[in-house]
């Protein structure tokens, strides 16, 4: 160890870490991972996030750039290959050479460093929750390894962030700033490999119906739920433009992250990022900074919006761009029988469900998830499980609330988008979505431990003015 802690002192290392520890790192690791993934490469640029995971952990002073790695690892894998390809020899080469070194760097992170220990409002309902997932469907007649498995990925993708980073991460004046413009970093990331996809796969005048829907596939196991995705980061956005004193230049971001959803057909996702652009929009044309500019922008944005809707009524091109609207219409897709199936195996299994891989054993129907987060955990973890989650939703809700301020509102507003999308989808299942909803979480609630410090500090200084 002492050979790790004379490394950190070198010039160069120093020099490193100051850059990994800044504001364009998240930035040009995106573009990386961006950079393999249209050369097909996308083994390359995860072996680059390794090895920038395993350098931070080691050498830099606070694992916050740690932070960015880990969210948007996710998004640089190429939905092609599907998760085979990450299993295959040339994967294994870079698992062994980067992956086990990151590994040790993150336990070395973990173990060496110690932090004050400190009371976190979020610990026991994160671990209820996890508990829930993991133990979903014990004592089934459904239980398998594979339930065991899925249910131990569950937990896992919503505990490893937090607990990690709740541990070796510091609290920072700037960290909601850090976080909102990772999260616009994400959007336009995403963005662009959706662009990619239309640019590459798509067959000019192909229908725009349920069948292209089901090709939009990014990442690895992220599917065409990205949609939702993007509508759940759509807060941050607008955090951005109300924070930053030139904030109104992120509208160009809003219009391409609310481009890049129409563009993926998700009725949810579209549902949920126009009520937060209309929340966005008169938050800060009224309370926020550069009100005058933002009045003129979003009327600027809201007349060439109709220009263009106008010019392609008139020149029929309206009709192919919402072909699948029109064409699935109202209908649920199978919702409402799947919802049907998981009260169904509720009733089989009401204390402890029957997890995770039941409804596709019993060959229910083709989906794995039921689309709605709280039948899902009835079903899947039943009462148990479900009244574990719901103390957590309690636990996260009363952070929110108790000292509510806007910083933490717009962050909160983030969470509550996805886990209104998630009532018609199965965002909450997934383990990006975890990772950023736990990091979320994490944020905050530093954020209130170090406003208690402050206040109790203050108290013990008013107490000993007045001896």
Request: net charge positive; aromatic share 16%.
């Amino acid at each position: 160890m002492k050979i790790l802690e004379k490394a950190k002192s070198n010039e160069t290392v120093c020099k490193i870490a100051a850059f990994l520890d800044g504001t364009y790192y998240p930035l040009a690791l995106a573009g990386v991972l961006l950079a393999f993934y249209m050369l097909s490469l996308p083994i390359v640029g995860l072996a680059v996030g390794l090895a920038c995971l395993g350098f931070i952990c080691l050498f830099c002073e606070d694992t916050r750039p740690a932070l960015a790695t880990v969210l948007l690892a996710a998004f640089g894998m190429q939905y092609k290959y599907g998760a085979a390809a990450y299993y295959s020899g040339g994967a294994i080469v870079v698992y062994v050479l980067f992956g086990l070194p990151a590994l040790f760097a993150l336990v070395y992170r973990f173990v060496a460093f110690e932090r004050v220990r400190e009371k976190r409002p979020l610990t026991v309902g994160f671990l209820a929750f996890g508990f829930a997932l993991f133990a979903s469907g014990w004592f089934s007649e459904y239980y398998s390894v594979l339930s065991f498995l899925y249910g131990l990925m569950q937990a896992g993708s919503f505990l490893s962030v937090y607990l990690y980073f709740s541990r070796t991460m510091k609290h920072r004046e700037d960290n909601f700033l850090y976080l909102a413009r990772l999260f616009a970093v994400a959007i336009g990331l995403i963005s662009v490999e959706i662009g990619f996809l239309y640019a590459t796969k798509y067959t000019a005048g192909t229908p725009l119906d349920w069948r292209w829907k089901d090709e939009v596939i990014l990442g690895w196991g992220i599917s065409n739920m990205v949609g939702e995705m993007l509508a759940t980061l759509l807060p941050a956005l607008f955090y951005l433009i109300y924070k930053e004193k030139r904030g109104y230049l992120y509208y160009i971001l809003v219009f391409v992250c609310l481009v890049a959803i129409y563009f993926t057909f998700g009725r949810g996702a579209l549902g949920c990022a126009a009520i937060v652009t209309v929340a966005g929009v008169t938050v800060n044309c009224f309370v926020g900074k550069n009100r005058l500019i933002n009045l003129i922008l979003v009327g600027a944005g809201v007349a060439g919006v109709a220009a263009v809707a106008v010019f392609l009524l008139v020149t029929g091109k309206m009709a192919g761009l919402l072909t699948f609207f029109t064409s699935v219409g109202l209908d649920d897709r199978g919702r409402v029988e799947m919802w049907a199936n998981h009260v169904w195996l509720f009733t089989e299994s009401p204390v402890f469900g029957s997890g995770f891989m039941a409804y596709r054993q019993l060959a229910l129907g083709p989906q794995l998830n039921a689309h709605n987060t709280l039948l899902q955990m009835l079903s899947s973890a039943g009462l148990i499980g479900f009244g574990c989650y719901l103390y957590h939703r309690i636990q996260t809700v009363a952070l929110f609330v108790k000292k509510p301020k806007l910083d933490r509102l717009f962050m909160g507003a983030c969470i509550l988008t996805g886990l209104v999308a998630s009532l018609i989808g199965p965002l909450v299942f997934r383990f990006y979505f975890a990772f950023y909803y736990s990091a979320i979480l994490l944020v905050v609630e530093k954020s209130v431990i170090a406003e208690n410090h402050e206040a109790r500090a203050k108290r013990v200084s008013s107490v000993s003015k007045k001896k």
